[in-house]
Each structure stands twice: as C-alpha cells, then as structure tokens.
C-alpha cells in the first residue's frame, strides 16, 4: 500500500512580506498569490519493519532511524525530520514502518514557497496514511505549526495556505486568522495573465532566511521607512484585487513594479545588483513590471510582459545565465490519495 500527495508551488503577485509576524500581528496583512503547475510531492510506502526511512529526490539524501524515534534536526532533510516528530508526537506511535520519499520541481529556497509547500504535502500524505480527513484549513495550519514553531523556521503564512486551497487568492491575515478569498478570472482573462506572467529563474543562490529575520527585526525595532514599505504592499494587494476582480490584467504590470520599489525598502538583501541589472534588461525590452519572488536576494523574479512583449523579454534576458519556468495556473489545492500494489 502506498500514499502520495502532491502540493501545488506558487508565485506571489502583491503583499508578500506582510504575512509575516509581528507585522501580521500588529498591523494585520494580506497579499495576492497564485499557484502554479509544479509541485512538491510526497510519497510514503509501508513496510514490515522499526524503521523510518526519509529520501529526498531533488537532493538524493536518505536517512534511516528507529521508527517511533524522535529524529534529531541536524540540518539535513530537517523538513522530513520535522515532519516526522510532529506526527509521531500528535497520532504516534506507529504501528508499522516506512519510507518517505519527496520531490520538489523547484529547488527549496528559491521564491516559490517551496519548503512551505513541501510541509503541506508532507502534512496530507500522512493525513492520508492516517486516514485523517482534512479541509484545507486544517492542512495549512498544521504544515505552518510545523514548520514556523516546532522547527522555527521564519517566514509567514501564505505559501501553506496557497498550496493548500489552490487557485488565486486573496488572503488576509489578522489577529492569527487567515481568511482566504478565491479570485474568479473569466476564461480569457485567465489566459491572458497567464501568458503575459514570465517567470524567470536568476540561478542566484540565497538563504532567505536572513532577509526574513531581518524584516522583522525591522517591525520590531519600529522601523519606519520598513513599516510603511510594508503598509504601501498592503494598500497594493487590494488594488490588485479590484484590478483583477474589473478584468483590467494590464494594470497588474505597473502594480509589480510599484510594489516591487517598495518592497526592496523591507530589508537591505532583498534586491542586489544582479537583480536590478536583470530587472531593468527586462523592463527596456517591454515588460511593464516585475518583482523578485518570495523572501527576495535571488531565486525567481516575475515579469509582466503586455503587448507581445513576451519573447522580446526571453530574448532580453538570455545572457544573464538563468533560464524561463513555464507554467500555467493550478485550480487545485494539495490532493491525497492511497494506491494498492
């Protein structure tokens, strides 16, 4: 018998930071996001044994321990590690052992959400295997449980929410709730913000979880020009809304840009060189906005390209050494199943 899960990854288009506590906490927060058609998967395979084994595809590292163990965080697949304590803490102890295995088709830290998404679909494959019947809710706050308070790993809360429900969101984050509220686009405008969407991968490595410390050390020590970069993202995720609710698409390229300025005031690393050099490529060739992606210092950046600029943007930015991700929108929020072999 064998359970999987997959989880959709995500782009994020508006307010991104302000998911982030104490920010969230203090001020409330809410932010634009999109998933994706690539995926963190999970996948578990029951054996007769007392003994756990976590493998990770992307990275090719396996780890085998004592199956109702907790595993010690070392640095290495603390992910499925995390995972795995939760689980063995809350429904253990188990009655059989495993192999987990996952995969990312992105690389973990690079704007996605994708160690968020990874922490969704690890939470509905042993959901699954548990047969735990969950709504959406409930596997996002167990994946944001998981991996912001038993791990400690910073960052805020949309990417669990995102991967969870799918689709395109309004989210906003007040007093630890989270209201999320789908975006219907029409067919046309649909295809329309997917095809003049360019993602497009820096190949710059970054840990991003010094910016996110960093920004909210900022909130806390009630740094002005930060706070209010962060209030400006707020204000321009509801515009975006309105945008996209009227159907005027085009006007999404000019709000990347204005959050995209405001956003670089969250913290010193967001942006850098490489990227403003890339950014403004991309912009001269006629794209009408941008942004990095997630945290921010590297990983992937979003552009706008309207008028058929799309391929004049390709062409732009071929000589930075990084490389375009297609993708089309994903309607559908993580997804569990049980195979019998």
């Known amino acids: 018998m064998v359970f999987k899960s997959k989880a ?33 998967s999970a996948e578990i395979t029951l054996w007769d044994s007392d003994v756990v084994e976590l493998f990770s595809a992307d990275r ?18 603390d992910l499925l590690k995390g995972m795995h304590n939760c689980m063995l803490k809350d429904f253990g102890p188990f009655s059989t052992g495993f192999r987990l295995s996952t995969a990312v088709d992105a690389p973990l830290g690079s704007g996605l959400g994708t160690s968020s998404t990874l922490m969704v679909a690890l939470t509905g494959v042993f959901f699954e295997m548990l047969k735990i019947s969950p709504d959406p809710f409930m596997v996002a706050q167990y994946a944001y449980d998981a991996e912001r308070k038993y791990l400690l790993f910073p960052g805020g809360k949309q990417d669990q929410y995102a991967a969870a429900f799918g689709g395109i969101n309004y989210m906003e984050f007040q007093e630890g709730n989270v209201d999320v509220k789908p975006i219907v686009l029409s067919s046309e405008n649909a295809v329309k913000l997917e095809h003049n969407l360019l993602l497009y991968y820096t190949g710059i490595n970054r840990e991003s979880s010094f910016i996110i410390r960093e ?13 209010s970069a962060m209030h400006a ?8 809304k309105e945008a996209l609710s009227r159907g005027d698409i085009d006007e999404i390229g000019p709000l990347l840009e204005m959050g995209f300025t405001h956003k670089r005031k969250m913290a010193a690393e967001i942006s850098n060189p490489m990227i403003e050099e890339i950014y403004s490529a991309a912009m001269r060739a006629g794209a009408s906005g941008g942004k990095i992606s997630g945290a921010g210092g590297g990983g992937f950046m979003i552009f706008y390209c309207p008028d058929n600029s799309r391929q004049m943007v390709c062409d732009a930015l071929h000589n930075f050494g990084g490389s375009m991700k297609p993708f089309t929108f994903s309607s559908q929020g993580m997804t569990a199943w049980t195979e019998f072999k």
Do not use: W
Request: cysteine-free; glycine content about 10%; charged content about 15%.
């Open 8 to 40: 959709p990854l995500r782009i994020g288009l508006a307010g991104g930071g302000t998911d982030v506590s104490p920010y969230a906490d203090l001020y409330g927060g809410s932010v634009i996001n999109a998933t994706i058609s690539h995926y963190a």
């Open 60 to 77: 090719n590292e396996t780890f085998r321990s004592n199956l109702n163990e907790e595993i010690p965080i070392t640095g290495s697949l």
């Open 233 to 240: 993202l707020k204000h321009l995720s509801k515009r975006m």
């Open 215 to 227: 920004q909210m050390e900022n909130v806390m020590q009630q740094n002005q020009p930060s706070i």
